[in-house]
């Protein structure tokens, strides 16, 4: 069983940055896991952001392609996403997914990010 824990939320202002990371443990294989990130608002359902696979190929959704950058650390078990130039309507809880393939199989908590001034 993996567990994934996200951090780095945070009020910030339109145009800022933030980083978030996703912690795995429980399992030894997270080199091998292709990994995302996910956002939802309120009311909204919840779409893919980012992902990256286990040789490090990356891909974004257009609404972030150029302002966000997904990397992970397999040493640390952790993976980031990068956000640069952040707008309102990026405002959501984010979260981590983890999965063999194209389905995700673990989940974390979510951490909220708010774009506000």
């Known amino acids: 069983q993996v567990q994934l824990v996200e951090s780095g939320g945070a009020l910030v202002q339109p145009g800022g940055s933030l980083r978030l990371s996703c912690a795995a443990s429980?399992?030894?294989?997270?080199?091998?896991?292709?990994m995302g990130w996910y956002r939802q608002a309120p009311g909204k359902q919840r779409d893919l952001v980012a992902t990256?696979?286990?040789?490090?190929?990356?891909s974004y959704a257009d609404f972030v392609k150029g302002r966000f950058t997904i990397s992970r650390d397999n040493a640390k078990n952790t993976v980031y996403l990068q956000m640069n130039s952040l707008k309102p309507e990026g405002t959501a809880v984010y979260y981590c997914g983890a999965g063999a393939g194209a389905t995700v199989n673990y989940w974390g908590q979510g951490t909220q990010v708010t774009v506000s001034s």
């Open positions: 429980g399992g030894s294989i997270f080199s091998t896991y292709v």
């Open positions: 990256i696979t286990r040789t490090r190929s990356t």
